[in-house]
T-cell receptor
């Protein structure tokens, strides 16, 4: 059974600071996804990481994937209030067609 | 506009009621999914349809009954639900079941009373 663990589950930080969210998963996969969810809203796709060593950046967010360590990170640089949201990582089983397995999410609050 | 539309956005139903959730995708995708998001649990995959055929059913109680009449529409029929079924139900679609970059609808907030 594929397990996906995120940490931290809750993070409160100040604007201007840097921080990293971690996503570990338990079985072989080379496809990892990061989503953002604002309160009461749906999930918005942020990054799709499709190979070992993949790194993608969008604004103040950067995501990376290490398939050997079964680890992905989402790094926030110089955080701003608008990045407050819940961030989910999700993994699918290599070669599978079973949909995504999600982590519990990281609830991020960025205070001015 | 995400390309995946769910209705209704909010639903309150009694335990003896029968209701249906609707999902429509305008992305030309061949796979559609139902997920359940509860307050204290990770997103749970409920059903996967690929080209209108169900390919996954994650031990979901029979009081939830999916229907996929065509590749653009997905329904979740609900009957005799329990209060613990109250959750946000999210529909998603992807190009194929093996390509799981999923695009999500806005969700239906279901409350069972």
């Amino acid at each position: 059974e594929l397990k996906v663990e995120q940490n931290p589950l809750f993070l409160s930080m100040q604007e201007g600071k840097n921080y990293t969210i971690y996503c570990n998963y338990s079985t072989t996969s080379d496809r990892l996804y990061w989503y953002r969810q604002d309160p009461g809203k749906s999930l918005e796709s942020l990054f799709v990481l499709l190979s070992n060593g993949a790194v993608k950046q969008e604004g103040r967010l950067m995501a990376s994937l290490d398939t050997k360590a079964r680890l992905s990170t989402l790094h926030i640089t110089a955080a701003v209030h608008d990045l407050s949201a819940t961030y989910f990582c999700a993994v699918d089983i290599l070669g599978g067609a079973d949909g995504l397995t999600f982590g519990k999410g990281t609830h991020l609050i960025i205070q001015p | 506009e995400t390309g995946v539309t769910q209705t209704p956005r909010h639903l309150v139903m009694g335990m003896t009621n029968k209701k249906s959730l609707k999902c429509e995708q305008h992305l030309g995708h061949n796979a559609m999914y139902w997920y359940k998001q509860s307050a204290k649990k990770p997103l749970e995959l409920m059903f996967v349809y690929s080209l209108e055929e169900r390919v996954e059913n994650n031990s979901v109680p029979s009081r939830f009954s999916p229907e996929c009449p065509n590749s653009s529409h997905l329904f979740l029929h609900l009957h005799t639900l329990q209060p613990e079924d109250s959750a946000l139900y999210l529909c998603a679609s992807s190009q194929s079941a093996g390509n799981t970059e999923a695009f999500f609808g806005q969700g239906t907030r279901l409350t069972v009373v």
